[in-house]
């Protein structure tokens, strides 16, 4: 709607592409111009981005307590991603190299069968409140889901955007609870929260509802607060790489790929200690576009990570590969994501608000999609490096500027270094890296 008005209107509006060839071979300036043709970026975007993403310290010191002072991290852009057949751009904000060429790449390996698909649930959350000291436990439980109309007209009776456009609270759940304590009864709120997170929100309605769930059960309410474990709140995505676009450059080794594949995913299937590793670099994207949307990524971790030690009733992978009747990979992910794109940081922060403008989503859902789709990528973008080189063969060379500043080069020498180190064709070491430097300057 928005793009049909601009256009009335006479204004240009940028084609959208995710493929941007050579994007990794262009400087820092070049990108901004093409990235700036290709979103609708203002002057103001462009700026919060190349200033170094810094808050100014008055901002800073609304946002946390004690501030003294900001820090900046790298935002890179994810290419190549067509998802539910739109292609998007996606912001990375994160320290650890190769993570966004290894997305990217894997992103570029599923276009021959239209790239990624997603579906997500509604934006629900839950809302948890703990009471104790009941004197009838079953009769309390029967008394809430009796008083359910009346309880979720509380939890909606005040004035929030959320509400108008249709989110609030929807259903109310009970729970009974073992506990070395004794038993205790936990209700559920569910709260569709619409384009926000929802944390705000949920803890107000627990917070309101208090008084009259201990009237109600004549027991007392103790703790009342949100579950990042948003398990009405998943997002699933799916992708199918063939042999061909899996194979190593110049061979036709894509069978045995995809064999290495599922034989590297059995063992994350199965081994804690494993996948631990495995959904780590699973979370290396999706923490990563948390981070640069101004998302709550630790709440978002600490459901994911919860989410796969529910799934087999033990910690296991948070992806699922198979290979299909046409010999092809198949991969995908079903985890909670909350996100939002109204309130939080997602809104202060100047950088967060051109990320979200260069991604493009105009929900939390969609938002929620990119984030899995991205997790889905970066997970076989590491198995494939495991299963076929090595992890380290890439991403060292990946690292080899890091390593060149940390030893002392200057920015001058850096690609030196670079092409020095790459020249000898030998593992990538620090000493390798001081030895290059050394030669440099003599």
Not at 130 to 158: G, R, T, Y
Not at 211 to 237: D, K, Q
Not at 411 to 439: F, S
Request: proline share 3%.
């Amino acid at each position: 709607m928005c793009q049909m008005l601009l256009l009335m209107l006479g204004e240009h509006i940028p084609s959208r592409e995710s493929r941007l060839k050579g994007f990794y071979q262009l400087s820092v300036n070049e990108r901004i111009k093409l990235l700036k043709s290709n979103v609708d970026l203002s002057e103001e975007d462009i700026t919060a981005l190349t200033s170094t993403g810094e808050l100014s310290l008055s901002s800073a010191d609304m946002m946390i307590e004690n501030v003294v002072g900001t820090m900046s991290l790298p935002v890179g852009i994810g290419t190549n991603f067509v998802i539910n057949e739109k292609p998007y751009l996606i912001p990375f904000c994160v320290e650890e190299s190769s993570i966004v060429a290894a997305a990217s790449n894997m992103a570029k390996r599923c276009l021959l069968n239209g790239g990624f698909s997603v579906n997500c649930d509604d934006p629900i959350m839950i809302g948890q409140i703990q009471i104790l000291d009941l004197p009838d436990i079953d009769k309390a439980c029967s008394d809430i889901n009796k008083n359910q109309s009346k309880l979720i007209e509380i939890c909606n009776d005040v004035p929030s955007t959320m509400i108008r456009l249709g989110g609030g609270c929807k259903e109310i759940l009970t729970r009974v609870i073992e506990s070395e304590i004794g038993p205790m009864l936990i209700v559920h709120l569910l709260v569709d929260c619409r384009d926000a997170m929802g944390a705000n929100a949920v803890n107000s309605m627990a917070e309101r509802i208090a008084p009259h769930l201990e009237s109600i059960t004549g027991g007392r309410v103790h703790l009342r607060i949100l579950s990042n474990l948003a398990t009405h709140r998943m997002a699933r995505a799916r992708a199918t790489f063939t042999a061909k676009e899996l194979s190593s450059v110049g061979k036709d080794d894509g069978n045995e790929v995809i064999q290495a594949i599922i034989e590297a995913y059995a063992f994350a299937k199965m081994d804690p200690y494993r996948a631990t590793t495995h959904n780590k670099g699973i979370m290396n994207a999706i923490s990563a576009i948390a981070l640069a949307c101004g998302q709550d990524w630790r709440a978002i971790e600490a459901g994911c990570h919860a989410w796969a030690s529910m799934k087999e009733m033990a910690y296991t992978s948070m992806t699922e590969w198979i290979v299909n009747d046409q010999g092809d990979l198949v991969g995908t992910i079903e985890i909670p994501l909350a996100v939002g794109i109204v309130g939080g940081a997602s809104k202060i922060h100047p950088a967060a608000r051109a990320n979200l403008k260069i991604l493009g989503v105009e929900t939390a859902q969609e938002l929620a999609g990119v984030m899995a789709c991205a997790g889905l990528a970066q997970n076989l973008g590491a198995m494939r490096a495991l299963a076929t080189d090595g992890i380290q063969s890439g991403h060292m060379r990946m690292h080899l500027k890091n390593m060149a500043i940390s030893e002392g080069a200057t920015q001058d020498e850096v690609m030196k270094v670079v092409q020095n180190v790459l020249a000898q064709d030998m593992p990538v070491t620090h000493e390798l890296v001081r030895d290059a430097i050394e030669t440099i300057r003599s």
